[in-house]
Structures are given as C-alpha cells and as structure tokens.
C-alpha cells in the first residue's frame, strides 16, 4: 500500500515538471543546439568519406613531407568531435542547467507533497 502512494506522488511530481513551462523551453534549447550541430558534423563526416572514396587525388596530395590531406582530415574529425563537445559544454552550462536545476527542485518540491 505505501509503495503505490509512493509511485503515486513520484507520478505526480513528475507529470508537473513535464508539465511545466521550463520543461518545454528546456527541449527546445536543447533540440536547437543538438539539431544543427548532428547536421553539420555528419556532413563534415561523410564530405571526408565522399573525398576518401571520390577525390583520391585530392586527399593524396602531400601537405608537408609524408602528412596528406586525408591524414589531416582525418585528424580534423577528432578535434572537430572534441571542439563540438566543448561548445556543447559551455552551452550547456549557461542555457540548460539553469533550467534543469530548477525543474530539479520544482521536482522535489513536488514529492513532498
């Protein structure tokens, strides 16, 4: 019997944090970040695997001794991940956890009830 009251007010709580207003600006951000950044790094990616497939005498050509454009490419896909991982950082910190936290806290408020 407790365990179904508790179920019930976990339910509860969670239902008015779907609810909320913050929730839905909270995906919203986070759907407009996630959206283009996906778009622009699968195009950059598979741009890099047209080039390796397509353009052999392009990604062959020597930059600096035995370092071609497919060797530096390809290491641009690493830092290309890392560089969208540290902007995803920082604008998680400042657009989505204030949301987060509070609809944390509206969440807790809300089992106590």
């Not at 622009?40 to 353009?55: D, I, R």
Request: hydrophobic share 50%; aromatic share 16%.
């Amino acid at each position: 019997m407790e365990e179904d009251v508790v179920r019930e007010r976990d339910a509860r709580a969670y239902q008015a944090v779907h609810d909320a207003a913050d929730f839905t600006e909270l995906k919203r951000r986070y759907k407009n970040f996630v959206v283009p950044w996906t778009i622009a790094f699968m195009a950059w990616y598979l741009a890099y695997v047209a080039c390796n497939n397509w353009a052999r005498d392009f990604m062959d050509h020597k930059v600096i001794g035995h370092i071609n454009v497919a060797l530096i490419f390809g290491l641009l896909q690493f830092v290309s991940t890392f560089v969208i991982a540290a902007i995803y950082g920082r604008f998680a910190n400042r657009k989505l956890d204030p949301l987060a936290a509070g609809l944390n806290a509206k969440y807790k408020r809300e089992r106590r009830r």
